[in-house]
């Protein structure tokens, strides 16, 4: 898969239940025009390799045609694809809620929302 061509992509962790929801909330208000990767999958593997540093799995990131936002920096292109006026459906990975992880803790919780606000990055490409 070419990531260009599937851009606006959003990459989150498929394997974190908190990180899952965050996902399902962007699918749901987004209506289908971004395409949804789990850092864990081959094309978000893909991603990671191609596009991202080693900071990759430390956030989300929201990926356009030129740049790559992680974290916080990533909240304002994501708010504003909301908007959007693209039609063309993307494609989406099945997001299931399978947390291989103990993530429904209180610390687990408030460390994922914690690393939000905290991490921010920028990638052009």
């Known amino acids: 898969m070419e990531i260009k061509e599937n851009a606006p992509i959003i990459v989150f962790d498929n394997q974190c239940y908190l990180c899952i929801k965050f996902a399902k909330i962007i699918e749901f208000f987004t209506r289908g025009k971004i395409t949804m990767v789990g850092h864990y999958s081959n094309f978000g593997k893909k991603i990671r390799d191609d596009i991202l540093d080693e900071s990759a799995l430390d956030m989300f990131w929201f990926i356009d045609t030129k740049r790559a936002y992680g974290g ?7 708010f504003k694809s909301f908007f959007s006026k693209r039609t063309k459906k993307s494609i989406s990975i099945k997001i299931d ?10 610390k687990a919780v408030f460390a994922r929302s914690s690393s939000l606000l905290t991490n921010s990055k920028k990638i052009d490409f």
């Open 72 to 78: 916080r920096a990533a909240l304002v292109p994501l």
């Open 97 to 106: 809620d399978k947390c291989e992880q103990d993530c429904k803790t209180v």
